[in-house]
C-alpha cells in the first residue's frame, strides 16, 4: 500500500484516509506477520487502529520451535530456504527512512516480507508440537497486545530529580577521579583498561593474574579479589559503579524525558529474547536497575505516578522456589510452604540448626536460589566467602533435608543429557547440543537445564497472570500495566481505587495456575518505585 512517501517526483499514491479504509477491510480477517507487536505499533499510531489481535506471529513461532535459533526474517529465510532477502540497510541510504525510497523499491521490498513471512508460516506453524500450538495460541499470541499495551502507557520520570541525581553523580565521580589520582600518584584514563593495569599491577605492585596481549584483566572479579590489598580499589569499585549508572540509566532516561511531552518512557519489551522465555526490555532496558546499590535504589525513585495516581508494585514471593516444591515433591518444602514458614530461616534451621535458624538466613537464602542455578559448592563457597569444603557440606546437608530435591535437580539434567532438551511448566523448550559439547560447555548445560526449568517456568505463569489481567479490564479507565520485572508487576492506579486494584490484581496472579504449593504474591502501594521495595 503505497502512503507517505515524500520524495520530489514521488508518483501517485494513496491518502492516509483512502489507506486507513483500506486497511480496515483488510485488518478483520486473520493477522500473521512477523514481530507483529511492530506493526501494530506503527498501525495504531498512524491509523488509530487499537484494538489489533495476532493470529500468527512468525518471529515466536520460530522462537518456539527452538529459542536458541536466530528468529530474524533475513535470517529465517536463508536458514529454512536459502533465500536472500532484501535487506533494510540497502533500501534505506544512512541518515534516510522509508518515506525517502522510490515506490518501486518500496514495493518489492514491503512485497517481499509478507510473502516470506506466509511462506514461513507455513512450513514452521505445521512443524509445531500440538502442546506448543496451543502455548502460542492461548499465551504467546495474545501476549503481543498485552506488552503492546504496556509499552505505549509508559511511566513518568521525574525530571527535576533525575537532574538533581545526575549532578550527584558528577559531584561523586569528579571526588572520586581525585582520589585515584592521589592514590595512583598521577593522573590516567581511568577507563582504560590497559592504563588502569599499569598502575595496578606495574607501579602499585598488586598482584596480577595472567597477562594477555590486550594486557591486564581489571574486571570486576579481579578488583573484588584486591580489595583490601590496596586503598584504590575500593574508590574504582565505586567509580565504576556510578559511572555506569549515570551513562547506562540517569543520562539516557533524563534525555528520553526531555523528548516527551509528558515525562513518559516507553520502554520495548523482547518477548523472544531470552531462550529461557524471561523478558528483557530495551531502549530504554528497565529491568536490569540495580536494586541493592544505594544509587540503584535512587534511580528507581525518580520513576513516579501522575498526578492523581499511585504505583502499584505486585512481586511473586519466592515463585522459583514453589516451583521447585511442585516439580520435585519433596514433601519437606511443600509443608514449609502449605504452612506459610519463612523457607530461608526454615533451610537454616535445617542446616544450621534452630537456634541460628535467623543468624544464618542469609546463608540459607544463597544456598536456596544458588541450586536452582546449578551453583556448585566452589561458586557457593566464593558467594558466601567460607571455604569450600564447609559450602559442600552445606549443601549435603541442605540434600539431606530436602531428600527428593537432588533427585529431582539430578533427573533434570540426565533428561537434558539424554533427550537433548528440557520443559517449562507449559511445554516450551529449550535445546542443548551435547553430542557436540566440550566438557566445560557440557557443565554449562546442566546448569542452564536447571536454571530454564525454574525460570523459564516463572515466566510461563507471569505471563499467564499478566495476561488475564488485561482481559480482567479492572477499572480499565484508571488502572494501567506499566512494567513487568521479571517476576514483579508495576502498575498506576488512580488514587480512589489503588487499594482495591491492588487486592483484586493480587487474587488473580495468586490463583492464575494451581500448583501443589500456593503462589504468595507480595503488594506495595507508593508515589515512586522507589517505595514498592
Known amino acids: 500500500v503505497p502512503i507517505a512517501h515524500n520524495y520530489l517526483g514521488v508518483g501517485k ?21 512477523q514481530n507483529l507487536k511492530y506493526d501494530f505499533a506503527i498501525l495504531n499510531n498512524n491509523f488509530g ?71 514461513l508460516y507455513n512450513t514452521l506453524w505445521p512443524k509445531l508440537s500440538e502442546k506448543l500450538q496451543k502455548e502460542a495460541q492461548e499465551v504467546e499470541f495474545p501476549f503481543i497486545t498485552t506488552l503492546l499495551e504496556m509499552e505505549e502507557v509508559g511511566i513518568k520520570v521525574d525530571q527535576a530529580f533525575f537532574k538533581k541525581l545526575k549532578a550527584e553523580a558528577d559531584a561523586t565521580i569528579a571526588d572520586l577521579t581525585h582520589d ?6 598521577h593522573e590516567f584514563n581511568i577507563n582504560s583498561t590497559q592504563q588502569l593495569g599499569v598502575v595496578l599491577f606495574e607501579e602499585l605492585g598488586l598482584k596480577a593474574g595472567k597477562k594477555t596481549k ?68 530495551k531502549n530504554p532496558n528497565l529491568q536490569n536497575i540495580p536494586v541493592k546499590s544505594e544509587i540503584g535504589r535512587e534511580i528507581r525513585r525518580g520513576f513516579v505516578a501522575r498526578e492523581g495516581f499511585r504505583l502499584i508494585g505486585i512481586d511473586y514471593s519466592q515463585i522459583e ?10 514433601e519437606a518444602l511443600m509443608h514449609a510452604f502449605k504452612e506459610g514458614k ?3 530461616a526454615e533451610t537454616a534451621a535445617r542446616i544450621f540448626g534452630e537456634e541460628k535458624a535467623q543468624q544464618m538466613r542469609r546463608i540459607a537464602k544463597s544456598i536456596n536460589f544458588g541450586l536452582l542455578y546449578g551453583m556448585g559448592s566452589r561458586k557457593l563457597a566464593q558467594t558466601i566467602h567460607v571455604s569450600q569444603s564447609e559450602a559442600k ?34 511445554g516450551r523448550r529449550r535445546y542443548f547440543d551435547y553430542g557436540s559439547a566440550n566438557a566445560f560447555a557440557k557443565a554449562g548445560f546442566e546448569r542452564e537445564s536447571v536454571n530454564t526449568v525454574f525460570q523459564g517456568s516463572a515466566a510461563d505463569i507471569i505471563k499467564l497472570a499478566m495476561n488475564r489481567l488485561r482481559e480482567e479490564k479492572i477499572d480499565r479507565e484508571k488502572s494501567f500495566m506499566l512494567l513487568q520485572i521479571h517476576d514483579e508487576l508495576i502498575f498506576e492506579a488512580g488514587v480512589e481505587i489503588a487499594d482495591t486494584f491492588a487486592k483484586e490484581a493480587q487474587q488473580i496472579m ?11 504474591c507480595s503488594v506495595a502501594v507508593g508515589d515512586n518505585w522507589g517505595e514498592l521495595k
Open 13 to 33: 499514491q494513496l491518502s492516509m484516509e483512502d489507506a486507513k479504509e483500506v486497511l480496515e477491510k483488510l485488518l478483520k480477517h486473520p493477522i500473521i506477520g
Open 49 to 119: 487502529f487499537d484494538d489489533l489481535r495476532a493470529y500468527a506471529d512468525t518471529m515466536i513461532i520460530s522462537w518456539l520451535r527452538n529459542p536458541g535459533e536466530s528468529a530474524g526474517l533475513d535470517n529465517m529465510a536463508k536458514r529454512h530456504f536459502g533465500h536472500d532477502m532484501v535487506k533494510f540497510k540497502d533500501t534505506v541510504k544512512k541518515g534516510q527512512n522509508f518515506a525517502s525510497v522510490a515506490l518501486e523499491e518500496a514495493c518489492e521490498y514491503a512485497a517481499e516480507d509478507a510473502w516470506m513471512t506466509l511462506k
Open 180 to 185: 585515584i589520582y592521589a592514590l595512583a600518584g
Open 214 to 281: 590486550t594486557g591486564y584483566s581489571t574486571n570486576e572479579q579481579v578488583l573484588q579479589d584486591l580489595y583490601e590489598a590496596h586503598p584504590i580499589i575500593p574508590k574504582l569499585l565505586e567509580y565504576r559503579e556510578i559511572y555506569k549508572l549515570r551513562s547506562t540509566y540517569i543520562e539516557p532516561l533524563l534525555k528520553l524525558a526531555k523528548k516527551s511531552p509528558d515525562s513518559r518512557v516507553h520502554t520495548s519489551f523482547l518477548q523472544t529474547g531470552t531462550a529461557t522465555g524471561r523478558l528483557s526490555s
Open 321 to 330: 522456589l514453589r516451583l521447585l516444591a511442585h516439580f520435585s515433591q519433596d
Open 342 to 344: 519463612d523457607i530461608h
Open 393 to 426: 557440606s552445606f549443601i549435603e546437608k541442605y540434600f539431606a533435608s530436602f531428600p527428593t530435591v537432588r533427585e529431582y535437580l539430578e533427573s533434570i539434567k540426565a533428561f537434558a543429557k539424554e533427550h537433548g532438551y528440557v520443559e517449562t511448566l507449559l
Open 510 to 520: 495468586e490463583e492464575i495456575y494451581p500448583l501443589r504449593v500456593p503462589l504468595e
